[in-house]
C-alpha cells in the first residue's frame, strides 16, 4: 500500500469523526447527519452534471453516492482529489 493510499484513509476517516462530532454537539443531531448527507450528495450530482465545462468526470454509482452521504463534502473532495490524482 502506497502513502498515498494510507493518507486518503486516514484522511477520510478524520473527516468522517469530525463529522459525526459536530452533528452530536449540535441539538438536532439526526437533522444534521440528514442535511450534511444531501449536501454531499447534491454536490456529487452537480460536479457530474458539470463535468463537461470543468473536466472533472465522477461516475454516479452505488459506491460514489455511498461516500458522498457518508463523508458529505470531506468525501467528495476527496474523490476529487484521487481522480486528479490517479486519473480512476
Do not use: D, Q, Y
Not at 454536490?43 to 472533472?56: F, H, K, P, Q, R
Not at 468526470?57 to 481522480?83: D, Q
Amino acid at each position: 500500500m502506497s502513502i498515498f493510499n494510507v493518507f486518503f484513509i486516514i484522511g477520510g476517516f478524520i473527516a468522517f469523526v469530525a463529522i459525526l462530532i459536530t452533528a452530536f454537539k449540535t441539538v438536532k443531531p439526526l437533522k444534521t447527519l440528514v442535511i450534511s448527507s444531501l449536501a454531499g450528495v447534491i454536490s456529487l450530482v452537480a460536479i457530474s452534471l458539470a463535468s463537461n465545462l470543468t473536466g472533472i468526470e465522477l461516475a454516479l454509482n452505488v459506491w460514489s453516492v455511498s461516500v458522498a452521504a457518508i463523508f458529505s463534502l470531506p468525501g467528495v473532495i476527496m474523490m476529487i482529489a484521487v481522480n486528479m490524482i490517479w486519473g480512476i
